[in-house]
Nanobody, 129 residues
Framework: VQLQASGGGLVQPGGSLRLSCAAS????????IAWFRQAPGKEREGVSA????????YYADSEKGRFAISRDIAKNMVNLQMNSLKPEDTAVYYC???????????????????????WGQGTQVTVSS
């Protein structure tokens, strides 16, 4: 059972990147899958999540309209399309899997990283000119 994150890199401000999180040992529609990020000297923060069964999507306020999370059940992957990237988006991005129960991870609690029990290895995103 594991998650494998990929797709990070160096991009100029205003550019785009697509992160992918490949799951093995379980199906991505059986768990809530989220993206978190952590910049040097800062706390880990939730970026976006997609709920297990209904596929409801959640975003941090600063990412709404710029980032889009999606799920490819056939490939057992969750993707994060990031557009209009800013230097402050620079961080290591992690995907994580957590409980499917909406009372544990729901609209107001999806970004509680303590509730996620499986983490990928992280992928570096650097936004710089």
């Amino acid at each position: 059972v594991q998650l494998q994150a990929s797709g990070g890199g160096l991009v100029q401000p205003g550019g785009s990147l697509r992160l992918s999180c490949a799951a093995s040992g379980f199906t991505v529609d059986s768990k809530t899958i989220a993206w978190f990020r952590q910049a040097p000297g800062k706390e880990r923060e939730g970026v976006s999540a997609i709920h297990a069964s209904e596929g409801e999507k959640y975003y941090a306020d600063s990412e709404k309209g710029r980032f889009a999370i999606s799920r490819d059940i056939a490939k057992n992957m969750v993707n994060l399309q990031m557009n209009s990237l800013k230097p402050e988006d620079t961080a290591v991005y992690y995907c994580a899997a957590g409980p499917a129960e909406p009372w544990i991870l729901g609209p107001d609690t999806w970004n509680r990283f303590q509730e996620y029990d499986l983490w990928g290895q992280g992928t570096q995103v650097t936004v710089s000119s």
